[in-house]
């Protein structure tokens, strides 16, 4: 078997969100001694196949992966579709379904602010992300880079002392979250449709940091998601302390669900995740997985 670390959660430029082109995170895949990573960008695949390409020019193997925002028991859940055929039609009805939502999530979260007094307008937006629907911490981003948000005093406490912009999660947090300022009320597809998809599409799904804030996976909830086809558990990842590491891995083993490891590297949005900073995954997850795959 192939030895190696993998990580099976990294995002390309391709998310709203994301950094990095596909061929700098193969470059920087083959030089931290990885031996595979899976793209896994959120609800597209437009990585795809450029990433395939980069993966054969670096020496690393890249694992075709979408992550597909989804609804379950009335709160976000994130699920990777790995080894999914990218260029099935079925995928392409997909992502058309979840751009479409998230187009119209992003226009509305943007009225909210506009609404609350906060100077971004749509336009200024769509010019920063005129390809990919912008994402809660993208449109963060983009009104935390504005010269004139700095002196705003509503926005004061999301810069440092040396007037660079904090993380976007902390906006989201006080923003964007269920219950918050512009909260918009999800409209995502129900992760049920999801884990119904994933044979039609090859397809293995794995569920993203169940320990997320905005999750909360308890055991109830993973024992009805594995009735629904689940297959994997990421129980390494940057979301979890010590102590839900633990937790998770238990329940992995407790339901038979492969054990994952993924960093959720995006790049300025999670400054605090450095790429490779996840060194838990072994290339033996990827096998595990491979043997999860539907005929």
Not at 149 to 161: E, I, M, T
Request: net charge negative; hydrophobic share 40%.
């Amino acid at each position: 078997m192939k030895k190696g670390f993998v990580d099976l959660h990294v995002h390309s430029d391709r998310s709203s969100d994301g950094d990095f082109p596909p061929d700098a995170l193969a470059r920087m895949a083959a030089e931290a001694g990885f031996a595979a990573i899976a793209i896994a960008d959120h609800d597209t695949v437009a990585a795809y196949p450029d990433a395939l390409e980069a993966g054969r020019e670096a020496g690393v193997e890249i694992i075709p992966s979408m992550e597909v925002t989804s609804l379950f028991a009335e709160r976000e859940f994130h699920c990777q579709m790995v080894f999914l055929d990218w260029e099935n039609p079925r995928v392409a009805d997909l992502v058309a379904r979840m751009a479409e939502t998230r187009w119209r999530e992003a226009r509305q979260r943007v009225a909210n602010l506009q609404a609350l007094g906060i100077n971004l307008t749509w336009e200024e937006v769509e010019a920063a992300s005129p390809t990919q629907a912008p994402l809660g911490v993208t449109i963060a981003r983009i009104l935390l880079d504005k010269p004139e948000s700095r002196h705003d005093p509503a926005l004061k406490k999301f810069y440092g002392r040396d007037g660079r912009p904090l993380p976007p999660a902390y906006f989201y947090k006080d923003y964007f979250l269920d219950g918050a300022k512009a909260y918009v009320p999800k409209q995502h597809i129900p992760l049920t449709e999801v884990l119904e998809e994933c044979p039609r599409v090859g397809a293995v799904p794995v569920l993203s940091h169940p320990g997320a804030y905005f999750q909360r996976t308890t055991a109830d909830d993973l024992i009805r998601l594995k009735e629904l086809g689940l297959a994997g558990l990421e129980v390494y990842t940057s979301y979890h302390d010590d102590e839900q590491t633990r937790s998770y891995l238990e329940e992995a083993k407790k339901l038979d669900l492969v054990p994952t490891a993924g960093s959720d590297f995006h790049g300025r949005v999670k400054p605090h995740v450095a790429f490779g900073s996840i060194r838990e995954g072994g290339y033996e997850m990827v096998e595990a997985l491979r043997e999860r795959r539907p005929s």
